[in-house]
């Protein structure tokens, strides 16, 4: 059962472009977080968000929780090429590990 | 300086060969966790622990084993690999559970059986 839904699988756009991918659930979560992994690399934690409606912005990335804590979308201002890579979020219930999507591949070509 | 350490960072072996990757944590984290990642699935939870000597299975725990005899290492172990556990492995802590707990993640390694 795949519990977390990410969408687009892939993503392709310009350099300064806008984008918007999302993670979405038919459970409530207690909280959700999101990486960014890169090629070679292990997931690195962006940012976490807990209250439903929550809006927090890292830069020219804003991730918001939804009211019902069911989903969560990330939004990419002006994208540059350094934001390419594999965008995962991932969901808590309680103090069960996490379970991550498979996550949104984002390509910026310059 | 403090981190995650994986290795090795590559692994061929045959099918049926005994292989153990290893992890090392110098943070002191109580939580240590394995993730397998495959195309198609992304991540999936092998084994996770809470504290020395406490192991919990995760969504995919056949034929992989762990021990944490340390707070600092959680080794994995293959008894028998097949081909089907060719992937990306990592390992993976966190201070607390999973509820407002990053997770900090090795750099992996990559798993190949023939």
């Known amino acids: 059962t795949q519990l977390l839904e990410q969408s687009p699988q892939f993503l392709s756009i310009q350099e300064g472009e806008n984008l918007t991918v999302y993670c979405n659930s038919s459970?409530?979560?207690?909280?959700l977080q999101w990486y960014r992994q890169e090629p070679g690399e292990g997931p690195v934690l962006l940012v976490t968000?807990?209250?439903?409606?929550e809006v927090k912005k890292l830069k020219r990335l804003t991730f918001q929780f939804g009211d019902a804590r069911k989903d969560s979308s990330l939004h990419i201002t002006a994208a540059q090429t350094g934001d390419t890579g594999l965008y995962l979020c991932?969901?808590?219930?309680?103090?069960?590990?996490?379970?991550f999507g498979k996550g949104t591949r984002l390509s910026v070509i310059a | 300086d403090a981190g995650i350490t994986q290795s090795p960072r590559y692994k061929i072996t045959e099918t049926g060969r005994q292989v153990t990757l290893m992890c090392h944590q110098t943070?002191?984290?109580?939580?240590m966790f394995w993730y397998r990642q495959d195309l198609g699935h992304g991540l999936r939870l092998i084994y996770y622990?809470?504290?020395?000597?406490?192991?919990d299975k995760g969504e995919v725990p056949d034929g992989y084993v762990v021990s944490r005899s340390k707070t600092e290492n959680f080794p994995l172990t293959l008894e028998s690999a097949t081909r089907s556990q060719t992937s990306v492995y990592f390992c993976?802590?966190?201070?607390?559970?999973?509820?407002?707990?990053?997770?900090?993640f090795g750099n992996g390694t990559r798993l190949t059986v023939t």
């Open positions: 993976a802590s966190s201070e607390m559970g999973a509820d407002n707990s990053p997770l900090h």
């Open positions: 459970s409530v979560f207690s909280s």
């Open positions: 968000v807990v209250t439903g409606g």
């Open positions: 991932a969901r808590s219930r309680g103090n069960t590990p996490l379970v």
């Open positions: 943070w002191s984290h109580s939580y």
């Open positions: 622990s809470a504290a020395a000597d406490i192991t």
